[in-house]
């Protein structure tokens, strides 16, 4: 996974923004509300952290390169690390339901107001 390759397809989601953030952080959101934070310097043990479905949330954890994000977890965020084997589709299935999960939680005024 490079930043551009992720960048390009979280700008992709209906009213995806970026945002730069706590100096080299580069966070993907949707209407102010984060659904993908990734490192700007490619040196992070972290590849990007992601909320996940609460309800899996413990059976993802138990993969490999898989851990409760720090500083989230108690909102059920999940960071993926670089020895994770996830393959791309599982892992763009992983960043949509994030963004999913967000997304459904603005009000439905705002909802209406994306395009």
Not at 19 to 32: A, M, S
Request: glycine share 2%; hydrophobic share 40%; with cysteine.
């Amino acid at each position: 996974m490079n930043t551009e390759w992720l960048r390009e397809y979280c700008l992709s989601f209906k009213g995806a923004t970026e945002e730069i953030q706590w100096e080299d952080h580069l966070l993907f959101k949707v209407r102010g509300k984060i659904f993908v934070i990734t490192s700007i310097d490619n040196t992070a043990e972290n590849l990007l952290s992601i909320k996940s479905d609460p309800e899996v949330f413990d059976e993802l954890i138990e993969n490999e390169g898989i851990v409760p994000a720090p500083y989230l977890a108690k909102a059920k965020w999940i960071a993926v690390k670089r020895n994770c084997r996830l393959k791309p589709v599982e892992l763009k299935a992983l960043i949509k339901k994030s963004y999913s999960l967000v997304y459904e939680k603005l009000p439905k005024k705002i909802k209406a107001e994306i395009t």
